[in-house]
């Protein structure tokens, strides 16, 4: 049976890890949707902008086969209406996460999935910013 799963990140810097993630979560249901979180958003969480703006982030993200849709997500309050609008059954988001969006299973069910080890968009900039 097809389900609808969703997930949410920044996905900057775009690497394998993210990769795994959305090839799995696809799997889990059969059709997918990303909320990229919008420039705005990662600067009041993180008071930085990121590398890649959230226009290339969404190309990116558009232009992988297993990603069916992708909208901008502009606040963490409105993980709930994000959910609902999407019509998912599914919340997937990695176990860096873990239990953190346990409070969305009054509207779909959640799942986290073990992160790809040994690499993040964190780690890829310090690396660069090294060399
Ligand atoms: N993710 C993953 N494996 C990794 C890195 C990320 O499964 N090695 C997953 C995260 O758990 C999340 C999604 O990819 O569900 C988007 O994560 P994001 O925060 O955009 O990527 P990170 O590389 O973790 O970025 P940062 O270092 O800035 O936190």
Not at 22 to 39: M, P, T
Not at 48 to 58: E, G, H, N, T
Not at 94 to 121: H, N, Q
Request: with cysteine; charged share 30%; hydrophobic share 40%.
């Amino acid at each position: 049976m097809s389900r609808r799963v969703i997930t949410f990140g920044t996905f900057d810097v775009f690497h394998v890890g993210h990769i795994n993630i959305l090839e799995r979560a696809r799997k889990e249901g059969g059709y997918l949707i990303v909320g990229v979180s919008s420039d705005a958003l990662n600067f009041s969480k993180k008071q930085r902008y990121p590398i890649y703006s959230q226009a290339d982030r969404i190309k990116i993200l558009e232009s992988l086969r297993f990603v069916d849709e992708v909208f901008v997500e502009e606040s963490l309050e409105l993980k709930a209406e994000y959910i609902q609008d999407a019509k998912a059954d599914l919340l997937v988001m990695g176990d860096d996460w873990a239990g953190k969006f346990d409070e969305m299973k009054a509207y779909c069910d959640v799942k986290y999935l073990t992160r790809t080890p040994s690499i993040s968009t964190t780690e890829i900039i310090e690396v660069v910013k090294s060399i």
